[in-house]
C-alpha cells in the first residue's frame, strides 16, 4: 500500500532532497510523535462501521500524510537505493545487496529506519518479516529486528511526565517520586506503540511500565483514513469482460475489509485497558501450579492501569533470538523454549480457542528458573479468537494432508475454515480449478520427507516463501475471505518457526503439529461431525467402507513415531478419553462383526505390536 500512496501523490509537484551519507542515526530516526498533541483519551472502541476504523479525516490530511510517507519513501528508501544500484552495479545475491554499505549505514538499515519513521502501521507489517529470514533475505531480516523492541524512544522527561500524571491520584507523592526515581533514565525497550522502563513498587518488588507515545492515536487514524481511501478507490476500478462473464470489479479482494481489519488490529493494541484485561485471560490458559507447558504470564498490577500506561510484574529473561549460533548448548536451549512457544500455539490454535496473535522475537523470553526454562510471553495487545468449527476444520486438513495427501478434502473443508463462500465450493468448475491451482502450489510448498525409524510416514515440510507466493495468486482468483483469526494465526505460527529455523534450519512445525491433530481426530472431544468424517475417511477402504486394519495401526504407529513416545503410551493416552474409547471400540465391533473382514486375530495382533 505505501507503494500505492507513492503512486498517488507523485503527480503533485513535490521537491524530494536525497539522505547525504553523513546524515547521524538520529537524524535519520527523527523523533516527530514527541511534539504531537497529546494522545486522544477515550474507549478504543469508539469508531464507525464496527471495526475500530476512525471517521474520515479532512481531505487536507490525508493527502498530508500521503505527502508525508513519499517524501519518507523517496528520500530514505527509493533514492538511496537507486543510487547503491547504480554505483555498484547488480548484486549476486539480494542478501550482499541489503548488506551494502550505502554511507553510514548499510542498504537494509535504511530500509528499517525508514519504516521505523512512517510509524506502527508499516512497523506491524515489518515486524513479522524481521522473524523470516527464509521468506525475505538474512541481512533483510536482521535489519528489521529493531522494530521489535529496539526503536528509538521518545524523550525520558516526557514519557515520566506522562506516569506522573498518570499516578498522581493513585498513589500519595512521596512513592510515586520514589517510584519515578526507581525507573531510571534509560528505557528497557521502545516499540511503535510505547516504551517500556524497569521499576520497583515497595509491595509488588521490580515492576515493568508501558508508556504510550504521545499522538500515536492520531497518526493511526491518518493512515487508516489513508490506506481506506486507496482500498476504496481500487475497489472501484471496473473490470473487464471474460469469457463472456462481466466482472463487477477489476480487483475482486475485499480490499476495504482486510484495511479495515488491519486498523482495527492496531487500535486494539493502542488499548491498554484491554491488553490488561487480555493478560489476566492468558494467564488463566497456563495457571502455575498446574501441570500444562513451562509458561509464565506476568501478573498485571491493576488498579495502576490506566488508559496511557500499563504496570505488570517484571520478567527477567532474555529474547529467544540473542543466542550464540557457536553455542550448541544455548542453542538447544532456546530451541527447546521455541519448541514450547509451538506447542503452545498449536494448543491454543486447536484447542483453547484463544490465541496470543503477536510472538515475535521481541515479546517472548527464555527464563532461567531452578527447576528449569520456560517461556515467557510479553504484549497481550492482541488476543485472537478461533472459532470452534475452524479448529475442528484445521485438524481435519493437518490430518488429510499428512497422512492421505488427498488435496480435494482440503480444497471441501475451506467452507468450514470460512475461508470461501458456500457460492464458490457448490460451483463445480471452481471446486475442480481450486484442487487443481492446490496441488500445485502443495507440490511446491509441502516437501515430503520420511520420518527417522519408518520409511512409509513421511511428514511435509512447509516452505513459507513458496505458499506466500502462492496465496498472492489464489486469494483474488478465487475471493478468499481471510478472516483475523486465520491471518493472525499464521503469522503466529510463522513467526515462531521462522525464529526456530534460524537456530536449527531443518526444524519442522508439522512435527510438533501432527500430533495435536492426530489425538484430537481420535478423540474428537467436540464431536464434531467433520472430524468424524475425517477419520472414517482416514481408516476406511475407499472402495468397499470398510475399516483397514493396516491404516489403523499406521494411524497409531504415526503418532508413537512423531511423538517419540511408546507405542502403549498412545493407546493409553487414547483410552483416556471418552472419544478414544468410542473410536476404539468402533474398531473392535465392526471387525468382529464383519463377514468380509480379515481374521480377528490379525487384527489383535496389529494392536498387540502396539
Known amino acids: 500500500m505505501n507503494i500505492i500512496a507513492v503512486l498517488l501523490v507523485s503527480s503533485f509537484p513535490i521537491s524530494y532532497s536525497f539522505t547525504t551519507t553523513s546524515r547521524s542515526k538520529e537524524l535519520l530516526r527523527p523523533n516527530k510523535l514527541v511534539s504531537s498533541p497529546a494522545a486522544r483519551t477515550g474507549d478504543a472502541n469508539s469508531f464507525v462501521s464496527g471495526r475500530n476504523v476512525p471517521e474520515a479525516n479532512p481531505p487536507d490530511e490525508s493527502l498530508a500524510r500521503a505527502i508525508e510517507i513519499s517524501k519518507i519513501m523517496s528520500s530514505q528508501i527509493l533514492s538511496p537505493l537507486v543510487i547503491s544500484l547504480l554505483k555498484e552495479g547488480l548484486p549476486q545475491s539480494w542478501d550482499s545487496f541489503w548488506s551494502r554499505e550505502n554511507g553510514e549505514f548499510s542498504n537494509a538499515q535504511r530500509v ?21 529470514p527464509d521468506v525475505i533475505p538474512k541481512s533483510l531480516a536482521s535489519a528489521l529486528e529493531i522494530l521489535q523492541d529496539d526503536m528509538q524512544p521518545f524523550d525520558n522527561e516526557t514519557a515520566k511526565q506522562i506516569i506522573k500524571d498518570e499516578l498522581r491520584n493513585k498513589m500519595n507523592p512521596e512513592v510515586l517520586d520514589a517510584f519515578l526515581m526507581s525507573l ?33 492515536r492520531e497518526l493511526v487514524e491518518r493512515d487508516a483514513q489513508l490506506l481506506k481511501g486507496i482500498a476504496t478507490w481500487l475497489e472501484s476500478i471496473p473490470g473487464l469482460p471474460i469469457e463472456g462473464k462481466k466482472s463487477n470489479r477489476l480487483i475482486a479482494t475485499e480490499l476495504v475489509n482486510a484495511v479495515e481489519e488491519f486498523f482495527s488490529r492496531i487500535f486494539e493494541e493502542l488499548d491498554y485497558r484491554n491488553e490488561a484485561a487480555n493478560c489476566k485471560e492468558f494467564s488463566r490458559l497456563y495457571p502455575s501450579n498446574g501441570n500444562g507447558p513451562s509458561v509464565v504470564v506476568p501478573e498485571i498490577v491493576d488498579n495502576l492501569c490506566t488508559d496511557n500506561i500499563l504496570v505488570m510484574e517484571w520478567l527477567e529473561g532474555t529474547k529467544l533470538t540473542d ?26 490454535l486447536l484447542e483453547t480457542g484463544r490465541l496470543h496473535a503477536d510472538p515475535h522475537g521481541g515479546n517472548l523470553l527464555k527464563i532461567k528458573r531452578p527447576e528449569g526454562n520456560h517461556l515467557g510471553y510479553l504484549d497481550f495487545g492482541i488476543l485472537s479468537t478461533v472459532p470452534e468449527q475452524v479448529r475442528d476444520a484445521l485438524v481435519c486438513a493437518v490430518a488429510y494432508l499428512v497422512f492421505d495427501r488427498d488435496v480435494e478434502a482440503v480444497a ?20 475442480a480449478a481450486l484442487t487443481a491451482e492446490l496441488e500445485a502450489v502443495l507440490d511446491q510448498a509441502l516437501v515430503y520427507r520420511e520420518i527417522e525409524g519408518d520409511p512409509s510416514t513421511k511428514i511435509p515440510i512447509l516452505k513459507f516463501d513458496k505458499l506466500l ?37 531443518s526444524f519442522n512445525v508439522f512435527q510438533i503439529l501432527y500430533p495435536f491433530a492426530l489425538t484430537k481426530l481420535m ?32 494411524l497409531l504407529k504415526d503418532s508413537a513415531l512423531i511423538t517419540g513416545f511408546q507405542q502403549r503410551k498412545v493407546i493409553y493416552d487414547i483410552l483416556k478419553t471418552r472419544g478414544g474409547r468410542k473410536f476404539l471400540l468402533q474398531l473392535g465391533r465392526e471387525k468382529v462383526k464383519s463377514p468380509y473382514a480379515e481374521s480377528t486375530s490379525l487384527f489383535k495382533s496389529n494392536f498387540l505390536r502396539l
Open 469 to 505: 507466493d502462492a496465496l498472492t495468486r489464489l486469494v483474488p482468483r478465487f475471493k478468499f475471505k481471510l478472516p483475523p483469526y486465520f491471518i493472525n494465526n499464521a503469522r503466529a505460527l510463522s513467526t515462531l518457526e521462522g525464529i526456530a529455523r534460524s537456530l536449527d534450519p
Open 184 to 216: 531510571g533514565s534509560e528505557t528497557v525497550g521502545a516499540a511503535s506503540i510505547g516504551q517500556v522502563y524497569k521499576g520497583f513498587l515497595p509491595r509488588y518488588g521490580d515492576v515493568a511500565i508501558k508508556v504510550k507515545r504521545r499522538g500515536i
Open 323 to 348: 543466542v550464540d549460533s557457536e553455542d550448541q548448548c544455548s542453542v538447544n536451549e532456546n530451541l527447546s523454549v521455541i519448541s514450547i512457544g509451538i506447542e503452545c500455539t498449536i494448543s491454543q
Open 523 to 554: 478423540t474428537n472431544p467436540t464431536n464434531s461431525p467433520f472430524v468424524e468424517k475425517t477419520l472414517q475417511d482416514l481408516i476406511r477402504d475407499p472402495l468397499s467402507r470398510r475399516i483397514d486394519s493396516k491404516k489403523v495401526t499406521r
Open 412 to 431: 471441501s473443508l475451506f467452507g468450514e475454515l470460512q475461508l470461501l463462500s458456500p457460492e464458490t465450493l457448490e460451483d463445480e468448475s471452481e471446486r
Open 112 to 132: 528499517a529506519l525508514a519504516v521505523e519513521e512512517l510509524g506502527p502501521t508499516y512497523v506491524k507489517f515489518c515486524q513479522a518479516l524481521a522473524s523470516r
